[in-house]
């Protein structure tokens, strides 16, 4: 058992600051363990949003000494115990409450995005056939926890605050996932190039960083997405063929 400083972050109002608390850490406990502790012990009106515990739910983000983080799996004993650890909510989002922020913008933005439209079944027993190498490229993308501390990290969202003008990673993530599925014929590209801000990205990298899943956020959703706008957009022999192919 050790006596740990913790500053968390409280609303008063419209405003907030870091609030200092003290509570004895013991072994196997995880950050969230320890704001749980806090809670029931002397802050019971104090918000924090989670729900599985087990880093799968996407709830629990927040920014622990300033780097975003699920709390929920993060451990105690990574952390340096001999000075305050910080915990703020996510800075991109506005706050509702104490480490509880609004993320619904996100959702509003999903809703955005044009859905899987499959092309017609290909066997004739009315199924399809797709080869496994397409199926595994996509296959990283289906692990986002929607967490958002992708979103959180990228400064087009987190310094710019383009919501509503930038989908940002996480959405990217999602609409890669569809241009890339092997059945999918719909064509995001406009929609990535207009309402989507695709250009916004320049390719910082921070989203692939934060990612508590593991996904290659940039490298392989952004950028063939990014190629693929480009080669729709702005490459000559792209653009003819295109004109030519709605005639
Ligand atoms: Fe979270 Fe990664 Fe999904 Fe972004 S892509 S929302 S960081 S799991
Ligand atoms: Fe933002 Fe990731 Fe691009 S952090 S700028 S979306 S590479
Ligand atoms: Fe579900 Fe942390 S509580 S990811």
Redesign the pocket.
Known sequence: MASVTFQIWRTHGTGGQLQEYKTEISEGMVVLDAVHQIQAEQANDMAVRWNCKAGKCGSCSAEINGHPKLMCMTRMSDMPQDKPITIHPMKAFPVIRDLVTDVSVNYRMKKKIKKFKPRPPDAPDGTWRMAQADIDRIQEFRKCIECFL?QD?????REHQLHEEFV??RH?VYTAALEMHPLDVEDRREQLKDTGGIG?????????TVCPEHIT??DNA?IPLKERVADRFYDPLMRLLHLFSKK
């Open positions: 992708c990290v990228c400064h087009v969202l940002g990673p990217m916004f990205c320049n390719i910082t990298k921070c989203c692939t956020i940039t952004i």
